[in-house]
Each structure stands twice: as structure tokens, then as C-alpha cells.
């Protein structure tokens, strides 16, 4: 299993350890974790029992997860603020051992109150950043012509039209199979939780993926992957992340310049055209609409940044 081989060599006793691998089992068989999500979860894990095995002075078993104090649990979140994690990681890393413990409880295997006495570290208050319009039809641009290969840049324009004409992940349209093509109006996506929605094809992201597929020099079955590298199987998200970063070197754009950034534009493009909070929120697949409110904090700044340049008592 991905990830499984760090969690051996945690100083924790044989049961926890069985107990520590049919949970994640369990998150991939129940849950439908992703190989990235569940490496993370089981990186968390790891390093939450390397840092007990020590605090503890021994083998980490059942009963010592159940004796656990909130002091010890908020030492363990100050060890790793001292390694250099941030506010999010840190509230990953105690969601995940929130996660494993209520596996154990609801098991019968560890109970412990004391958890729910610790508090998830504070996060920072963050807006998305998102591209304006003709700095997202650049980039789009932008990795056509700077590929060496005429189909290598088709398909990455598809890539990239997909998170800013349709609101993908980039995660999401990576996922997708030559089978789902060609596409209709619509687009059944499956996103984070295995959540289903549905979102909109415009037609230039219909002509982008049919220009990338005339090109593309593999013969792609309806089960294989849609989007594929050089050796064809399929594309990389790193492969994404790295065109985009060359092209806004290129374009002078800021390292916010993402393939996310994207997915964040299209929200924000299609809030400052007259789009409803709650569509957007079907749109993206957020399971929250306090999420999606964001956005407007987005469109908000952007108006307060023209008005600090164009208005003659703003400049005053």
C-alpha cells in the first residue's frame, strides 16, 4: 500500500500497528482516498507516533493512546510548530490523528476524551488569487507556443481550459478518460469525497480537447487516460505545474500564477459576471457556500485596487 512502508518503522507495538493498517485500508476502500491523499495521511500518522515513541519513552500501545492528556497532544502540535509547520499543516496533521483516533474508538480499540480539548490551530485568512481575464487567455496561449511538440501544447491548453472554462481541479481533468470524450453540454465530474456534479463544456474547451486528441500520437482506448505524457500514460500534475510555472516567468505574472489560480478565476470571472453564490458552489463542488463566499472578497479587492488607481481623491 502507498505510504505503508514509513508507518513500519514507527516505535508502536504490533496491535496499533495492525490497527494503523486497516485503517488505511479502510480510507481507501471505504473512503476512496486518492494515492496522494492517503501518502499525506500516512506521512501525518508516521510523524505523530515518531514524536509519542520518544515523549513516551517506549513502544506506543492502546492503552498510552487512551491515556493521552490535551497537554501532551498540544506538545505534540508545538514540536511540530518548531519544525517549521505552518497554521494549515498543522491543522491537517491534528485532523488526520482525529481521524485515526475515532477509528480506534469506534472499534473499541482506544477511547480518549482529551482530544476534543485541544483546539485546531488558527488559520490564516486567505482570498483566493485569481488571474484577471486576458492574463488567463495568455497562459492558455502561452504553453501552445512554448512546447516543443505542436500536441504537447494542445494538451495543455485542454488542461488548463478545462479548470478555467469548466472549474476543474487540476486533479479532476486529469482524471478523466478518452471515454468521457467526446464531450456533450455537460461534464459529470467526480470530485473531492467522491462527490459527483456537474459542470457546463463551453465551446472553446470543446475545440481545445478535439485539437489536442486530432494531435495526440497514441492510441488512446475509451479506459485510457485522456491527458498523457510523452510515454503515454497518464499526464503528471507536476508535468501541469511545471509548464505554467515557466510560462508566467515568461508573461512576468506573480508565483500565484497557478493551474489553481485558474479554477479561482473562473469563480471569481463568473461572480463579476452576475453568477449566484450558490451556482458557483454546485459549479466548484464545494462542500460548504462559506467557501465559495470567499470569492467575493476577491471581486471586492479588485474593485477596491481600480479604485485606488483610477479615482482622482484616491490618488489625492
Not at 515523549?55 to 519544525?83: E, K, Q
Not at 479587492?301 to 482622482?312: G, I, N, Q, W
Request: net charge positive.
Amino acid at each position: 500500500m502507498a505510504g505503508a512502508g514509513r508507518i513500519d518503522s514507527v516505535p508502536i507495538n504490533t496491535p496499533l500497528r495492525e490497527a494503523v493498517a486497516a485503517w488505511l485500508e479502510w480510507l481507501v476502500g471505504e473512503r476512496r482516498f486518492s494515492r496522494h491523499t492517503l501518502d499525506a495521511y500516512t506521512r501525518d500518522l508516521t510523524t505523530f507516533f515518531e514524536f509519542l515513541g520518544p515523549h513516551l519513552g517506549g513502544l506506543v500501545s492502546f492503552s498510552d493512546l487512551s491515556a493521552l492528556r490535551a497537554a501532551d497532544f498540544r506538545s505534540y502540535l508545538a514540536a511540530r510548530r518548531n519544525d517549521g509547520l505552518g497554521p494549515t499543516s498543522l491543522a491537517r496533521g491534528l485532523s488526520v490523528v482525529r481521524g485515526f483516533f475515532r477509528y480506534l474508538d469506534v472499534h473499541g480499540l482506544a477511547h480518549n476524551p482529551a482530544l476534543a480539548a485541544v483546539h485546531t490551530p488558527k488559520q490564516p485568512h486567505s482570498v483566493p488569487k485569481a488571474l484577471d481575464v486576458s492574463d488567463a487567455k495568455s497562459v492558455v496561449n502561452g504553453v501552445m507556443e512554448g512546447s516543443g511538440e505542436a500536441w504537447v501544447g494542445l494538451r495543455d491548453a485542454a488542461v488548463l481550459l478545462l479548470a478555467y472554462g469548466c472549474g476543474l481541479r487540476i486533479s479532476e481533468a486529469l482524471s478523466l478518460n478518452r471515454g468521457d470524450v467526446p464531450l456533450g453540454r455537460t461534464l459529470v465530474i467526480t470530485g473531492k469525497g467522491n462527490k459527483q456534479r456537474m459542470v457546463p463544456v463551453l465551446p472553446a474547451v470543446h475545440d481545445a480537447v478535439d485539437a489536442y486528441l486530432a494531435q495526440v500520437p497514441f492510441g488512446l482506448e475509451p479506459a485510457s487516460p485522456l491527458f498523457v505524457g510523452v510515454r503515454g500514460k497518464r499526464l503528471n500534475a507536476g508535468v501541469v505545474q511545471a509548464k505554467m510555472r515557466s510560462v508566467r516567468r515568461v508573461l512576468g505574472l506573480p508565483d500565484t500564477a497557478t493551474p489553481h489560480a485558474l479554477r479561482h478565476s473562473f469563480a471569481t470571472h463568473l461572480l463579476a459576471g452576475g453568477g449566484d453564490l450558490r451556482t458557483i458552489q454546485e459549479l466548484l463542488g464545494h462542500a460548504s457556500l462559506s467557501t465559495t463566499q470567499r470569492y467575493t472578497e476577491v471581486d471586492g479587492a479588485r474593485l477596491m485596487e481600480v479604485y485606488d488607481s483610477a479615482h482622482p481623491r484616491a490618488r489625492a
